[in-house]
């Protein structure tokens, strides 16, 4: 069991970390999944690549989300050795052989994704023509709403996808569909424009569909990244799905990544030196800020001086991280109080999706071991009344 501390400040004072700390907020994890829960018509499958720590999918998983959608062999070997009874979704469209092999034979996976007949023929062959597939076709859906883009990537165009509905038709024990509609997506008309889409293309294959995975993109927020509230999401959704999907047999899927953890974990920092509005921070774009480099993501932040006060007026600062490398920049800005110094410590919020899971050894900078556990709400919610005022107000001119 994690070391657990009431705030985020006790626990810089007892343990003064040397290298970037991680903490767990048990609770925001809570809020999330229950959230889901309660508002999700249907399967959640949890996106197993935005946080892979045993520590959240055991946690997930006593809280009653019990289905992953994972993307490699190693994610599949993670989430078995800690729960072995938990449902798989190999949702990558591009797998190698010898990792679907392993995930039908020795892993029992039966849910596989595929966007071209060559993976389709790929997973027949691997599985030696199994006939108890769970087979979902992926579609290319325009990720314009989000701050992710993903569908240049993945996903078959819309004008061929009928014909590998309709041809998977003929493998498939049980036929799905499924999308992303983009990471951080910042509106809920996206899963409507998805899901009208999905359904013009099953309409056109002319063969029954069992399920509709309506895929992950769901937003947290972020300074300046203020989405609507998450609700009008899954309103979405239920709506769409009661006017398209109501009088057939379909199942309703989703994969929620960001949304369910994206608060519940943050990283406490040390600042090194300071270089005028520059910190020189102990953790960077190799550790687990990666987002707060070329993508430019702001993150929220507060001062942690557990000796003493601070001043109570703000300055927009950039970081540099520790290797030395020039793009572990971090432009923000990052606002802070004016006399921040060498040795104080920040909460950096926000980073339970893609933070530490992003992290590279580069340069021997790594983070401390272990993850201690804060009741403390995160520094900002989407959930409940969590959104917390920053410790101070005033902005210095
Ligand atoms: C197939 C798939 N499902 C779900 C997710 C989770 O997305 P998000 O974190 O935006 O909810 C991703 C993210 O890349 C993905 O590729």
Not at 48 to 66: A, C, E, Q, R, Y
Request: hydrophobic share 40%; charged share 20%.
């Amino acid at each position: 069991m994690e070391q657990r501390y009431s705030s985020v400040r006790s626990l810089v004072a007892d343990l003064r970390p040397e290298k970037p700390l991680h903490v767990f907020r048990p609770n925001a994890i809570e809020e999330a999944a229950y959230f889901f829960m309660n508002n999700f018509k249907g399967r959640i499958c949890y996106a197993v690549k935005t946080n892979p720590d045993p520590m959240v999918l055991k946690h997930l998983w006593s809280l009653g989300i019990t289905s992953f959608d994972v993307a490699s062999m190693q994610e599949i070997e993670t989430v078995k050795s800690h729960l072995p009874d938990a449902q798989l979704y190999f949702m990558h469209t591009v797998k190698s052989r010898a990792a679907i092999r392993k995930a039908y034979f020795e892993f029992g996976v039966r849910s596989f994704s595929l966007d071209t007949e060559e993976e389709l023929y790929k997973i027949l062959a691997e599985t030696e023509n199994a006939t108890d597939l769970q087979l979902f076709v992926r579609l290319a859906i325009p990720n314009t709403y989000a701050e992710m883009n993903l569908a240049d990537k993945f996903g078959i165009n819309l004008s061929e996808a009928a014909e590998l509905l309709e041809l998977t038709r003929g493998y498939a024990q049980k036929l799905g569909v499924c999308f992303h509609v983009g990471s951080q997506c910042m509106h809920s008309d996206a899963y409507r424009i998805a899901m009208r889409m999905a359904k013009q293309v099953i309409d056109a294959a002319g063969v029954p569909v069992d399920m509709l995975d309506v895929g992950g993109g769901y937003p947290s927020i972020y300074p300046g990244m203020n989405p609507p509230p998450i609700h009008t999401y899954l309103d979405a959704i239920e709506e769409e799905f009661e006017a398209l999907f109501s009088d057939d047999q379909v199942e309703l899927i989703c994969e929620p990544g960001r949304a369910l953890v994206a608060e519940s974990g943050a990283v406490i920092v040390r600042v090194e030196l300071r270089k005028g509005q520059n910190l020189y921070i102990n953790d960077g774009t190799y550790g687990s800020l990666f987002d707060a480099g070329g993508p430019k993501w702001i993150f929220p932040v507060r001062l942690i001086r557990p000796d003493g006060p601070h001043s109570a007026s703000l300055l927009p600062f950039s970081f540099f991280g520790p290797t030395c490398d020039t793009l572990d920049f971090m432009k923000g800005p990052f606002y802070l109080p004016e006399d921040i110094s060498e040795g104080d410590y920040i909460e950096v919020g926000q980073l339970g999706a893609y933070g530490r899971t992003m992290g590279t050894a580069f340069n021997g900078f790594t983070p401390e071991d272990g993850t201690p556990w804060v009741d403390e709400p995160p520094l900002m919610s989407l959930y409940g009344e969590h959104v917390e005022a920053p410790e101070v107000l005033e902005i210095a001119a």
